[in-house]
């Protein structure tokens, strides 16, 4: 199909919808295919997923488009095998020797804690891309979104005082209506496909505060195109920052960290740092020497918030003052009120469905 831009068609735009449309053909099949395997696998008594392919697979993806691939990787695994479920499949390979492999996020919530590592290797990739390559051991230390930390509870260890959480607005993690919440009863709201936390909590939110009964449909995290069909979109990270700050005429943006310190009195915590329990178990000292570089790194950062901001306006996304407004606002502690606020959203989280009943956090060294 060709694609018009003003009123002639661009030759290059069909060849790339061509290509678009060869792409997801080929998804398809890959999906048909790799569902055939873990068919085959389950009815031997083996489980969905294979941790070693996966690896080869993040590899293979990754040396060809670094971080990006990452994400990528973790984007057309989902799509064959669905999100990594609450089986207990993953049996990460944990290395032996060498360095302990950090990740941290690409958005700029994790901004200060990447600034503050400076040289300190790390992976980069979206939330969603992180909690895989941290269940399938690609990485052994990195920040996972509340929620697939909650899901993954009994496989995982927090790392004591450090989180990505607001205490009030936190600019990047927001639902756009057309109109007051109350006119979304019985409407629908598109939540963006890279939010985990976000999503849940803001069927939380609406169900239990707005008390609105809504229809939920998980979309690619597109503002525009998720209001062509919803009456409310969630979205998160660096495209919610954009459309924070320069808010669309005729949107709502409602702040998802200002409702629920509204709503509950209490900071609302959207990721923590993690290891798996195996590694912590198998490597202490390592995982130790990983948390005190991280709270270094966040703190050389917290001290040096404009230089960060300027290092992130790189992108051209934001600019240095954007972004130094939002990282003031973000809060990477993780205290006694984070703790309280994590506590009574998985409450919440669990009464939906989401979580298991059980689901807390523990924290590697016993403590908080
Ligand atoms: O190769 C396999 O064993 C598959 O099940 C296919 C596949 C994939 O889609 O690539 C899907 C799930 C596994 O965890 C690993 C790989």
Same mark, same amino acid.
């Given at each position: ?29 890959? #999906? ?67 360095? =302990? ?10 901004? !200060?804690?990447? *600034?503050? =590592? ?5 992976? !980069? ?22 929620? &697939? ?12 005082? =450090? ?18 919440? &109350? ?13 985990? !936390? ?54 709502? +943006? ?9 709503? !509950? ?7 923590? *740092?993690?290891? #798996? ?15 005190? +570089? ?27 003052? &954007? ?46």
């Amino acid at each position: 199909m060709a694609v018009r831009t003003g009123t002639h068609v661009t030759p290059a735009r069909s060849r790339i919808d061509d290509l678009d449309t060869k792409l997801i053909a080929l998804l398809h099949e890959r #999906r048909r295919i790799s569902a055939g395997i873990q068919r085959d696998r389950l009815a031997n008594g083996g489980v969905r997923t294979d941790t070693a392919r996966e690896r080869e697979i993040f590899r293979r993806y990754r040396s060809e488009f670094g971080s990006a691939g990452t994400t990528l990787s973790s984007t057309v695994l989902e799509i064959c095998r669905g999100r990594l479920g609450a089986e207990r499949a993953h049996h990460a390979i944990e290395p032996e020797t060498g360095p =302990l492999r950090l990740g941290t996020f690409s958005f700029a919530n994790c901004g !200060t804690v990447r *600034w503050g =590592l400076a040289d300190v290797p790390t992976e !980069t990739g979206t939330p969603a891309a992180m909690a895989a390559a941290l269940l399938v051991g690609e990485v052994d230390v990195a920040p996972i979104s509340l929620v &697939e930390y909650l899901r993954h509870h009994d496989e995982l260890l927090a790392l004591p005082g =450090l989180a990505i959480g607001s205490d009030g607005p936190v600019l990047s993690c927001q639902l756009f209506t057309r109109g007051p919440l &109350e006119d979304l009863a019985g409407g629908r709201v598109a939540l963006g496909s890279t939010s985990r !936390t976000a999503a849940l909590l803001a069927t939380v939110l609406l169900a239990e505060w707005a008390g609105v009964d809504v229809e939920y449909r998980v979309e690619p995290p597109v503002l525009a195109d998720m209001l062509r069909q919803a009456d409310g979109a969630v979205l998160i990270g660096d495209a919610a920052l954009a459309e924070t700050l320069h808010p669309r005429p005729g949107l709502r +943006v409602h702040d998802l960290g200002a409702l629920w310190r509204d709503w !509950t009195g209490l900071p609302m915590v959207f990721a923590v *740092w993690a290891v #798996r329990r195996s590694t912590a178990a198998r490597r202490p000292d390592d995982v130790r020497a990983a948390h005190a +570089v991280l709270l270094e790194a966040a703190g050389r950062g917290a001290a040096n918030l404009a230089d960060v901001a300027e290092s992130l306006a790189h992108n051209g996304l934001f600019s240095g003052d &954007e972004l130094t407004r939002y990282l003031g606002t973000l809060d990477h502690s993780l205290g006694e009120r984070q703790l309280a606020g994590i506590r009574h959203f998985a409450k919440l989280a669990a009464r939906h469905g989401d979580v298991a009943e059980d689901a807390d956090l523990t924290f590697f060294g016993g403590d908080a």
